[in-house]
């Protein structure tokens, strides 16, 4: 009778190959230009009047909506992105889009970019959830569209999918999954914007969610290919890292921290143009586990929008950092200037206060839903009489005028959109 071989042998040549996948993983990209392209930042504050204004860029009242981005178009416009749905991680989830006209100053109708059904299309694999949308407009043209969706488990199962349109958003390439691991190729997730390289390739910031919590930096080349990868941070409690260039090797990374108190934005700078980095460390502000976004001004300080709290995301503010990012200045409230802001209010004493915020917040259109929305109230931002304030997941740009534009979640309800100018900063400083 012949022997059968033992377990260990019949897995001895795959055993065998697993180092040899790793190098190959690890080779690839060597050669790589890490020089980062670094924008020009406009300053055009002798032009311009302060500028100050918000609307929202989404318009349904009935969906659960979060993680917006926003990018500027070649052709001034803008296209904002979102998820949206009866909650978060739910069935129904859909990747939403809104263009901008800064003529008109008006949002055109949403519209739904990637769902379940499509994406399970694309992937020939199961797709049980959506989630963060990253659009940004590359140098060369190509309009990316990047964002999550889990085939197995929860958020910590995510994977990262890809696609590009070269109209402007009006037709889009089949999305490709970007294989981040030669292995299980799984817990990648996007948040912050990307950034760009001399060689024309994309630096993606992204982070991991499966037993550790730590970022990275994706290289994809222009077709959206991954070339390498940098890791920014490891452990368990650093995520949605933002990338800050100063010039072709220099970069800060601003974190959100998910450890134990004190709860503080976390920092790492390169020299390497993103290649490597040293390990991250807790910086001077407070921030509560949340997302935040950051950019550089032309003066060569920083500004960050955060929520500027030890717990809670019922306040949300603009800070300043002449140090590249180590220690911060409020320069203005954005979001939860009253104490009753950070409590939990019976619906009679809410419904007035969020009605004005709605109002104020919303721009002209607002009037003709708050009737529908009033109605609404729900497990969102309610719980049966309870309700709370929630700003978050900030995402900030700076248009080619010099106009920034800010997008973040209102109350789970809304995406707000809020632009402002240089001038208008400098009523603050």
Sequence with gaps: ???????????????????????????????????????????TRLDLKPLHRSDFASVATDLFVHAASVTELQDGRLLSVWFGGSREG???????????????????????????????????????KLGNPVVSQAPDGKL???????????????????????????????????????????????????????DGSIGLPVYHEF????????????????LDKARISHGKHSLQPVVVPTNPEQAVALMRYSGSAPKRAMLSRTETGGEYWPAPHKTAQANP??????????????????????????????LRSVDDGENWQLIARLEGDEEYYGATLPRADYT???????????????????????????????????????????????????????VYTWNKSFIKHLQFNQAWLDTLL
């Design 90 to 128: 739910a069935s129904d989830v859909n990747i939403y889009g809104a263009y901008f006209d800064p003529a008109t100053q008006q949002w055109g109708d949403n519209q739904i970019l990637a769902s379940r059904p499509s994406t399970h299309k694309a992937m020939g694999r199961t797709i049980r």
């Design 144 to 198: 990316w569209l990047f964002y999550v969706s889990v085939s197995l488990g929860g958020w910590g199962g995510s994977a990262i999918n890809a696609s590009y349109s070269t109209d402007a958003g009006v037709s889009w390439t089949t999305p490709t999954r970007l294989i981040t691991s030669p292995f299980t190729n799984i817990s990648t997730l996007v948040k912050g914007a990307p950034v760009y390289y001399q």
């Design 352 to 406: 007035p206060i969020i009605e004005q915020d709605f109002l104020e917040s919303g721009g002209p259109i607002s009037d003709t839903r708050w009737e529908t929305y009033s109605q609404r109230l729900d497990k969102r931002i309610c719980d049966d009489d309870l309700c709370r304030f929630i700003y978050d997941y900030p995402f900030l740009i700076q248009g080619k005028n010099g106009t920034f534009h800010l």
């Design 211 to 226: 037993i550790g919590k730590f970022a990275e930096l994706l290289r994809l080349d222009a077709n959206g290919t991954v």
């Design 289 to 318: 586990n949340s997302a935040l976004t950051a950019l550089r001004l032309a003066d060569g300080s920083i500004i960050a929008v955060m929520n500027d709290l030890d717990d809670g995301r019922h306040r949300l503010g603009l």
């Design 1 to 43: 009778m012949k022997r059968r071989p033992s377990s260990t042998l019949r897995f001895l040549p795959l055993i065998m190959l697993v180092p040899a996948l790793i190098l190959i993983w690890q080779q690839q990209g060597k050669d790589i230009n890490w020089q980062l392209e670094v924008a020009t930042n406009p300053d």
